[in-house]
């Protein structure tokens, strides 16, 4: 896609956009009628997921020329995540403890919700270990578990590369393999304006008139403004980083646009993984880069889910009038880090992991409740800035793999 598509593409997705949320808003539930478009094009997206994936993975492993070239590059992704969703932690902290949201929110008749806290059960920190290695890969790939997928594509390739002259056809296989899927993805991003467009009219609609969604929002109004201002500084402080670490001008930001819009609206990162890959291609990423940071990025690097689950974590704490020291703040660091690896890139999952912080700081799980009318909202903007995350880390280590190979 040449510049003059992509920056017309935007155009019309950001038009979408703002159709979708207008006719959300105003005809309400009516608007859920036209909700099957964005069904249909996140249908097609996660239909792209999984074989691109695995082909991406793969052929960027092989494309590395040396296998102990993987070492470094690893080394260098890890740290970024860690060091990007450590700073997305403190400025969550900082942020809840300047605004307070929580002090005065009512806290009376809340319920436990019994459906997430299940599901967190499900999900304990040996789980999130247990996961990475999958008894059965078709498993894996039916329930889009991307983590045993792409630790199996990393050895596959690694396997690959170590056959040396015999190893050529498999990898040669993947390689146009993952050409013709990034072809698709391009075609596929043609129906992104009607599809974000569905995505957002139906889930406004569904969330009621403009009334009763004011209304929801203002009892928690300082939460949302919490978290929304703690994802922008967040945002900023990445397109520093792309600034000064990856050296690269914010045209970059222009280009990703698309996949960020796109994460808003489906408010998963999995499903926007192709158009994620697809716009770092054309950004110039290097191909070794795109590859591995960003299908590994969308399921372990969350610097909007970890920011978001520590700031509601001490608002809950707030609400329910319990000070927590710096200790405990400390602990909140670490399990929001932890949780925002475990989450899948899923909407809502960051909701689910949430209960893993509150369980470990010992705060009360009813206290979700008080999140619950507002998480759909909230997901799509953490979801925007996972993804733009994931995004400034391949530019990143395409910076260091310019400089080091
Ligand atoms: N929806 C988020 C994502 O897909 C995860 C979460 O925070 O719920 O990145």
Redo the contacts with the bound molecule.
């Keep these: 896609m040449n510049e003059r598509h992509s920056l017309g593409l935007l155009v019309f997705i950001l038009i979408g956009v703002v159709a979708g949320l207008f006719v959300g808003w105003y005809w309400g539930a009516a608007a859920v009628g036209v909700a099957w478009l964005g069904k249909l094009f996140l249908n097609t997206l996660s239909m792209l997921v999984i074989p691109l994936l695995v082909s991406a993975v793969i052929s960027g492993v092989t494309s590395l020329g040396d296998v102990r070239h993987l070492g470094r590059l690893s080394a260098v992704t890890v740290v970024y995540y860690f060091v990007t969703v450590f700073i997305a932690v403190l400025i969550g902290l900082f942020m809840v403890n300047l605004i307070q949201p929580g002090v005065g929110v009512s806290t009376a008749g809340l319920e436990q919700p019994d459906d997430v806290i299940r599901a967190a059960q499900e999900r304990g920190f040996e789980d999130i270990l247990l996961s990475m290695i999958a008894p059965n890969l078709i498993g894996a790939a039916a329930e889009t578990n991307l983590l045993p997928l792409i630790i199996w594509s990393v050895a596959f390739g690694i396997a690959i590369a170590s056959l040396g002259r015999k190893g050529l056809p498999a990898a040669r296989f993947f390689e146009s393999f993952n050409e013709g899927m990034m072809l698709l993805v391009s075609w596929v991003m043609y129906f992104a304006p009607i599809g974000v467009f569905g995505l957002i009219a139906g889930m406004f609609g569904a969330a009621g008139s403009t009334e009763a969604f004011v209304e929801k929002i203002s009892a928690v109004g300082l939460h949302v403004v919490t978290v929304l201002s703690g994802l922008g500084v967040h945002f900023i402080v990445l397109a520093a980083i792309l600034l000064l670490v990856a050296g690269r001008s914010l045209t970059y930001l222009v280009t990703m646009l698309r996949a960020v819009v796109t994460a808003f609206a489906t ?4 499903a926007t993984l192709p158009l994620t890959i697809q716009c770092a291609k054309e950004a110039g990423i290097d191909e070794r880069s795109r590859r591995f940071v960003l299908p590994l990025g969308s399921t372990i690097n ?1 610097d ?2 970890a920011l ?1 689950e520590a700031a509601a974590a001490m608002f809950i704490a707030q609400a329910y009038g319990l000070e927590l020291g710096l200790g405990q703040q400390a602990v909140i660091v670490v399990t929001a880090t932890l949780a925002a690896i475990g ?9 689910v992991t949430m209960i893993i912080v509150l369980q470990v700081v010992g705060l009360p799980l009813e206290g979700i409740g008080l999140l619950l009318a507002v998480d759909w909202f909230l ?1 799509r903007f ?2 925007s800035v ?1 993804v733009w995350g994931d995004a400034v880390g391949a530019a990143v280590v395409h910076r260091y793999l310019e400089k080091r190979f």
């Design positions: 408010a998963s990162s999995t969350m909007g889910t978001y989450a899948a890139g899923i909407p809502q999952a960051g909701l997901d953490r979801t996972n």
